[in-house]
């Protein structure tokens, strides 16, 4: 008897595990540059395209060609429920929740005691990341050969653009 109920309800929950679990992957907004036709065609500024993946930055660059010919770049990550098995779409960038700041502001980073304390970027997105409950910025810096670091609204303040000069009377 104990046997025969110890079955049910091992059965019973096997059957409630699939309608209980979720699936869910990291999404990545990955930069890639072809560094190889780069340093071929001799050029200073490379061609670069914007990708979305649920592949991490590495495994994309290894299936795609090697670090020696990609170089890529994590503009965003963030959460997505399901799968992507049969070719399903990538979940789209969270949209940021009400942002402090847009893309093309310029902004100065505040972060205390970081190497990147006092430049100034320009904004080129903006999305919100739930697991920490924070919109997050990438910022590109373009005095510093187009370094790109991503930052919380807290360590951003936009710069004040230079007031126009009144011509003299």
Known sequence: ????????????????????????????????????????????????????TA????????????????????????????????????????????????PGDTVKVTLKKHITEGWKGTVELVYYQAMIQSNVYGIRFTDRRGVYARYFEKDLTKEAEAPQSVPPQ
Request: with cysteine; proline share 6%.
């Open 55 to 102: 592949q991490d930055p590495e495994m994309y660059a290894r299936t795609h060609g090697g670090s020696a010919r990609l170089g890529v770049i994590v503009l965003a990550h963030w959460m997505c429920r399901g799968d992507t098995s049969n070719y399903l779409e990538i979940c789209p960038r969270p949209p940021a929740k009400n942002p402090k700041f847009q």
């Open 1 to 52: 008897m104990n046997r025969f109920v110890f079955m049910l309800l091992g059965i019973g929950l096997f059957g409630l595990i699939p309608k209980l679990a979720h699936a869910e992957y990291r999404a990545y907004e990955l930069e890639v540059t072809d560094l190889y036709e780069c340093r071929v065609s001799k050029r200073k500024d490379c061609k670069t395209q914007v990708v979305r």
